[in-house]
């Protein structure tokens, strides 16, 4: 029953109960629908109602905003402008050579 929805389209399955097993279960429907309208986690296992309270937790699930610290509880710090941190790009892709051009130099006389 689990891999139910694995099947075609075309078939249906579904679980066989005893007749008084269902029978119990359709007086079990009307108390499942009030304990979840209540909040509480209910299902129906076999012929029992399965009854858990509902977690305070689910109800909000997003953060709690932080509050903004006042001015002068905090001492305001330095702040330092990003272009003194930054290299200049061109210095980066400067070429640079290994070895230095001879041809620049004045040759040795010879003697």
Same mark, same amino acid.
């Given at each position: 029953m689990k891999n139910k929805n694995k099947l075609n =389209? =075309?078939?249906?399955?579904? /679980?066989?109960?005893? %007749?008084d097993v269902l029978n %119990?279960?359709? /007086?079990? !429907?009307? +108390?499942? /629908?009030e304990e979840r309208k209540k909040g509480n986690y209910a299902i129906i296992n076999y012929d029992r109602l399965i009854v858990k309270e509902g977690k305070p937790g689910n109800v909000k699930r997003k953060r709690d905003s932080p509050a903004s610290p006042s001015i002068s509880e905090q001492?305001? %710090? !330095?702040?330092? #402008? #990003? +272009?003194a941190n930054r290299r200049n790009a061109f210095d980066l892709m400067r070429n640079r050579s290994n070895s230095l051009p001879t041809d620049n130099y004045p040759s040795k006389p010879e003697a």
């Open positions: =389209n =075309n078939i249906y399955a579904s /679980e066989d109960y005893p %007749k %119990k279960r359709r /007086e079990l !429907q009307s +108390k499942l /629908e001492p305001c %710090k !330095q702040q330092f #402008t #990003t +272009k």
